[in-house]
Each structure stands twice: as structure tokens, then as C-alpha cells.
């Protein structure tokens, strides 16, 4: 779409049409279709969406500017932080099939309590939990679930640990569309479920774990026409990468040293990586940030991968975490994320339960709070910073993918001290004890109040003194 460039600052580039194409990214051949499975006819690996002409014809200051004033738009395209940054998104046939909740421009907190302990002193976070369904699904939905509309599907579906089957059920309500969600039994988390469930979805709870209902899915869409909005689906991933566009506007186009992203499915770094080399592409930014996964321990596929098959093929493994929406052990999008991770120069780390428990507990101490499976990313950098991977003056951003309130089960063991309860690392338990606040029951009467607070007072100032 070059005749999209600005030529003027401040000026809206021209409508544009759809010009995108499905390029593998195994054989790398280009079409004009895709399988409802988002495969390569050819050889099977995943399509990821190109757009040959844009890459000549945009102004990088114009664009920023025009990217920049639509904030202060009253239009419902510009509202959204996703079609804000609609030249570089596929465009859909007309507004009409939009699918907005108004997602994205998520703000960006400087951590100054772990910015002192750690000693960096430029150390942020991306908050992509305050998105309208609580988390960073949403960004990429919108796109998906407007180009579902605009193919007329009836029905969307996609397997899920918890946000992804929130987020679908939200877009396909107001989308007009139903919605088929297909989680594992006993492994998500009731918030995430109770919000599927008000958004109308069938929900199916299967007894099987994450990649089993995925596989599920993958035979269903063959069967039946119904439109797939897992991550495979190159249209999220292309609404996920406007992550890394108003990021780096935040910064006023300064490249951080590092983002350090969670990575279950790998959609998420997929798209943030494809992000960030389009931005270079276009000389929005002058340089890449290294851009780092985090993975759970007991979910680490892609840390083995890389170590013991030198990023050539999938060493998948059987998943278990706390961090339920990270639970994952076949990640559908892990060639993608290789290729990001060699392109940025970016590292790919595992954290325990121990590790993402206290991270989770240090990031509510910052008044912002995130849920189990973003922290993986505080505990992540704390790990590449004794490795020297990440240096103390160099400046971090952690994507905080989902909301406190996403997991409260989670916080309430942790605040009770259950949390690792029956885990190898029980014995370390007491070291999280400062972190802990747990609900006290009293009497209702103001002596055993001004009791309580005269007993918090005081182990507070034990602590400061210690
Ligand atoms: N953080 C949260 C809060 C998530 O919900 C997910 C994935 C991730 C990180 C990992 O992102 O898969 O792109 O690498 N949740 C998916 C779901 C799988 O079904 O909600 P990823």
C-alpha cells in the first residue's frame, strides 16, 4: 500500500485496501487464501500474513504523527489502540465488519520499588492487563474476530488456558457471532471461565490438558465451518503486534534494551518480534531491542528447544505450572518465535514456582499487580541480569500480559501461605513471609482493631530495620 504514506505531517494517509497475502513461513510460498487451518498447502508449517508493497511507501515521520493525533480522535477506528495503527495492520473490506471494544493504549508504569532492589534504573512495564476483557488477547482479537465477521462465519471457536476463550467470547458477542470455547477441566482459572460464560459461549471443559484441546480444534475446523481464533491465526498476531508500535511510541521511539516477554503458545513473542523488524524495516526505530521469553519451568518447551535441539525442532514436554494460562507443552507457534529470538538476539530463560510467586507478589507491592504468568517476566530479568545478559544501565520493558483479578485462587493461596504447599521448594516457603498479607478475622470491636494496627506497625518497622 505505498500511496498509504503521508506525505504531509498530520495528514490521514488514504484508505487502505487489502493487500495482504498468507506467506509460509517454512517454504515461504504466497497466497491469496488460507486453509481454515492456517497451514501451508506445500509443507505444512504456519502462514503468517505479508504485505509485499507497504514496505516502500511510508513516510516514518508522518506516519507517527498521524499515529499520534488519531488519540485524540472522536472516530470509533481511532479510538481503538489496535486500528489506530492501521497502516500496518491488514485493512478489512469496510468499517461495517468492525469488531472494536475500544482495546488497547494500555499505559506503561516505571516499577521504582524493583527498579531500586535490582538497580536499574530504567526498568518498565507494559500493562496489557488493563485491557477490556483483562488481557493482552484482546488486542488481537479485535483484528480476528472482524475478519471472521467479514467472511460471514457463523460460529468461532479456539482452545484456551482462560484469557483466550475471555477474550473470543467477548469479540463474538458483539461481533454478532457464537462462540465455541475449548478448555481443559480443572485447569483454568473461575475468573477467566465466568467471563466466557457471560459472554454466551459454549464453553466445553474436556478432560484433557491445553494441547490436547488444541489438537481437538485443529480436526473440528477441518470438519466444520468454523473460523479458528487461536493464536495460529495470523490475523491475532497481527492485533498483537500493535503492542510493540504504541510501546515504542511511549518511549518516543527510543528502542528499549530489552522486552521480556511470558511464552505458553508463543503467539504473543511471535507477534511482537514480527513487530519490531517491520518497525526497523520502515526506520521507525533506528535499532532492535532484544526481545527475551520466559517460560515456566514445568512448561519450558521452548528453553528445550533451544538447548537441546538448537532451535531445529520441538522438543515438546508434558506441562505443569501454577501459572495456569502458561501451561503448555506443544507450543503452536515456536518456529515463529526462534526466528524472533535469533533476529533480536534476544534470550529464552525458565523460572520456578518459587521464582513467580514471589515476582507476582513484588509487582502487587508496586500497586499494579498482574497475574501468575506475567510475573514470569521480573523473575525472568532478575535471572538474565546475574547472567550479565541484561546489563544494569541498559533500560527493560516487561509485558505484563493479564490481570490480578485473573487469577485471584492463585494470590489467595499465596497470601495464605498454601500456595507451594506439597512442592520441592516448601522448605523455601518462609522466605516469601514478607510478602504475605493474609485476611485476619477479628472481633468486631475497636480494641482488637487498634490492636492489629499497632501489631502491623510494629513488624513493619522490624522489617525496615532488618
Ligand atoms: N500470559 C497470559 C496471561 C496468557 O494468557 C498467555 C497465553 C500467555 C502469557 C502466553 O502467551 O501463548 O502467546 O505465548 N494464554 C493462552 C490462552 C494460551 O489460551 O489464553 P502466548
Known amino acids: 500500500m505505498p500511496s498509504a504514506a503521508a506525505s504531509e505531517k498530520g495528514s490521514e494517509p488514504s484508505s487502505p485496501k487489502a493487500r495482504f497475502r498468507f506467506r509460509c513461513i517454512g517454504c515461504g510460498s504466497v497466497t491469496e487464501l488460507a486453509a481454515q487451518d492456517f497451514r501451508c498447502a506445500q509443507c505444512g508449517n504456519l502462514v503468517e500474513i505479508a504485505d509485499p508493497a507497504w514496505k516502500s511507501g511510508f513516510d516514518p515521520a508522518a506516519l507517527k504523527s498521524v499515529w499520534r493525533d488519531r488519540r485524540a ?35 506503561l508504569y516505571e516499577l521504582p520499588l524493583a527498579s531500586s532492589s535490582l538497580g536499574i ?63 481443559p477441566d480443572g485447569k483454568i482459572s473461575w475468573s477467566k471461565l465466568s467471563q466466557a460464560l457471560d459472554y454466551g459461549a459454549l464453553t466445553l471443559q474436556l478432560r484433557t490438558d491445553f494441547d490436547g484441546c488444541l489438537q481437538l480444534l485443529q480436526e473440528l475446523v477441518r470438519r466444520a465451518p468454523i473460523y479458528q481464533l487461536n493464536s495460529i491465526n495470523p490475523f491475532r498476531l497481527e492485533g498483537q503486534k500493535t503492542l510493540a508500535f504504541e510501546l515504542m511510541e511511549q518511549l518516543d521511539w527510543h528502542p528499549p534494551g530489552h522486552i521480556i516477554v511470558p511464552g505458553g503458545n508463543l503467539g ?22 532484544k526481545l527475551s521469553v520466559i517460560q515456566a519451568e514445568g512448561a519450558n518447551a521452548l528453553v528445550r528447544t533451544l538447548r537441546e535441539a538448537g532451535g531445529k525442532h520441538l522438543v515438546s514436554v508434558q506441562a505443569e505450572t501454577r501459572a495456569t494460562a502458561i501451561r503448555i507443552g506443544n507450543p503452536a507457534s515456536w518456529e515463529k518465535a526462534v526466528h524472533v529470538l535469533q533476529a533480536t538476539g534476544g534470550a529464552c530463560e525458565q523460572v520456578s514456582e518459587f521464582e513467580i ?24 530479568l532478575k535471572k538474565l541480569l546475574q547472567q550479565g545478559f541484561v546489563k544494569r544501565e541498559e533500560s527493560v520493558v516487561l509485558i505484563l500480559t493479564g490481570n490480578l483479578l485473573k487469577d485471584p485462587d492463585f494470590t489467595m493461596d499465596f497470601h495464605r501461605g498454601s500456595l507451594l504447599e506439597g512442592s520441592n521448594t516448601n522448605a523455601k516457603n518462609f522466605e516469601l513471609k514478607p510478602f504475605r498479607h493474609p485476611p485476619v478475622v477479628l472481633d468486631a470491636t475497636l480494641d482488637a482493631v487498634i490492636k492489629a494496627l499497632e501489631q502491623a506497625e510494629k513488624s513493619h518497622r522490624t522489617r525496615s530495620d532488618a
Open 73 to 107: 480522535s472522536d472516530k470509533q477506528l481511532d479510538r481503538s489502540g489496535v486500528w489506530r495503527f492501521r497502516e500496518l495492520l491488514p485493512a478489512p473490506e469496510s468499517e461495517q465488519h468492525l469488531v472494536t471494544l475500544r482495546e488497547g493504549n494500555t499505559p
Open 121 to 183: 534504573p530504567r526498568l518498565f512495564a507494559k500493562h496489557q492487563g488493563l485491557n477490556p476483557t483483562g488481557s493482552f488477547k484482546d488486542t488481537g482479537m479485535t483484528v480476528a474476530a472482524t475478519f471472521a465477521r467479514q467472511a460471514g462465519f457463523r460460529w468461532v471457536a479456539c482452545a484456551s488456558t482462560g484469557n483466550t476463550s475471555a477474550s473470543m467470547a467477548a469479540y463474538a458477542a458483539r461481533g454478532g457471532m457464537r462462540s465455541l470455547v475449548l478448555v
Open 268 to 289: 504473543n513473542s511471535s507477534a511482537i518480534g514480527k513487530a519490531l523488524l517491520e518497525m526497523r524495516d520502515l526506520s521507525l526505530i533506528p535499532r532492535l531491542p
Open 357 to 380: 510467586a514471589q515476582a507476582k507478589a513484588e509487582i502487587g507491592a508496586e500497586g499494579i499487580g498482574c497475574e501468575p504468568a506475567s510475573a514470569v517476566t521480573l523473575a525472568g
